[in-house]
């Protein structure tokens, strides 16, 4: 059996539900300061391997890094927020909502996908951006 989490990414926390394969809510938390243990100790008290989706947004890269080096996360799916119209379109706004049409839109396999680079090549072009201007490579 697998679960499907969705994650409403914020600056200072983040939202996530957990659904079943028949869509039925099994867990929903706040995760202050966007810690990484609280990712950790979320999926853990899963007690079954979860596939994860969040929003492209702002800082992705940190937590989808964080999410792929957790046990437990079978895959982490990076979605278009513009292509999510059930979301964006939603009268009843806010972030357990979000987290939860997230969650469900990926158990029925509806997410728009952005591509994800690989480490290496997504690396590569921080340090060329950054060499090219003033602040050398961040590494």
Known sequence: MSYYTGIDYHKHYSVACTVDGQGRIIREA????NAPEAFEA???ALGAPCKVVMEACWNWGALYDLLEG???VEDVALSNPAKNRIIAESMNKNDKVDAHA?????????????????????RGKICCASASGSRGCAR
Do not use: M
Not at 30 to 33: F, K, M, P, V, Y
């Open 42 to 44: 979320y999926v853990k």
């Open 70 to 72: 957790i046990e437990g």
């Open 30 to 33: 706040r995760i202050n300061a």
């Open 102 to 122: 997230l969650a469900t839109l990926l158990r029925g396999n509806f997410i728009s996908r952005v591509h994800v680079p690989a480490r290496p090549c997504a």
